[in-house]
T-cell receptor
Framework: RKEVEQDPGPFNVPEGATVAFNCTYS??????FFWYRQDCRKEPKLLMS???SGNEDGRFTAQLNRASQYISLLIRDSKLSDSATYLC???????????FGKGTTLSVSS | EPEVTQTPSHQVTQMGQEVILRCVPI?????FYWYRQILGQKVEFLVS????????KSEIFDDQFSVERPDGSNFTLKIRSTKLEDSAMYFC?????????????FGPGTRLTVT
């Protein structure tokens, strides 16, 4: 069973659209959850941490459901610059391995 | 804003040769990591390093790999005898103490090509 699963996409949306990405993880001992963004042939960049109560950062909203082992990311009012691969990432404790999903590719067009 | 740096950006080597990839983590971070990403695949954990020793390693990190912190700033990954399948992007990352969050910050990567 894959540790972190994501819909690979691609998601092709027009500017201004709202798009949602989902992710499930298999290790119930996971403690920390993140969304990273990766542009083509670049490093993963931390987009946001995901907290149990859900959290928002501008146009981005992340949700966590520990019972279902499910994480989501909502992007509102998509911009061309949002085009990238979004990586769902989990971690069991500080200083240990991040476990990455394969990523979901988003393409925003004008 | 502090950032992780890596050198070289691209390394081409012949099969069987040794390579050393270099990283300078964020200065006040205490945990250091190496990950790799084969083209078209997901990012995979190799090793974590804390207090001058390996704290965790994956199955990928076999006897061909080693890590070192030779001084107060550099963190290196050595591959002793490269194989074709070692061709990948290698990312270094660092993070602070648990109380400061679990976030790991990545360097720009070294693209390793083994021919």
């Amino acid at each position: 069973r894959k540790e972190v699963e994501q819909d690979p996409g691609p998601f092709n949306v027009p500017e201004g659209a709202t798009v949602a990405f989902n992710c499930t993880y298999s290790n119930s001992a996971s403690q920390s959850f993140f969304w990273y963004r990766q542009d083509c042939r670049k490093e993963p960049k931390l987009l946001m941490s995901v907290y149990s109560s859900g959290n928002e950062d501008g146009r981005f909203t992340a949700q966590l459901n520990r019972a279902s082992q499910y994480i989501s990311l909502l992007i509102r009012d998509s911009k061309l610059s949002d085009s990238a691969t979004y990586l769902c990432v989990v971690n069991s404790r500080a200083g240990t391995a991040l476990i990455f999903g394969k990523g979901t590719t988003l393409s925003v067009s004008s | 804003e502090p950032e992780v740096t890596q050198t070289p950006s691209h390394q081409v080597t012949q099969m069987g040769q040794e390579v050393i990839l270099r990283c300078v983590p964020i200065s006040n971070h205490l945990y250091f990591y190496w990950y790799r990403q084969i083209l078209g695949q997901k990012v995979e954990f190799l090793v974590s390093f804390y207090n001058n020793e390996i704290s965790e390693k994956s199955e990928i990190f076999d006897d061909q790999f080693s890590v070192e912190r030779p001084d107060g700033s550099n963190f290196t990954l050595k591959i002793r005898s490269t194989k074709l399948e070692d061709s990948a992007m290698y990312f270094c990352a660092s993070s602070g103490l648990a109380g400061e969050g679990y976030e790991q910050y990545f360097g720009p990567g070294t693209r390793l090509t083994v021919t």
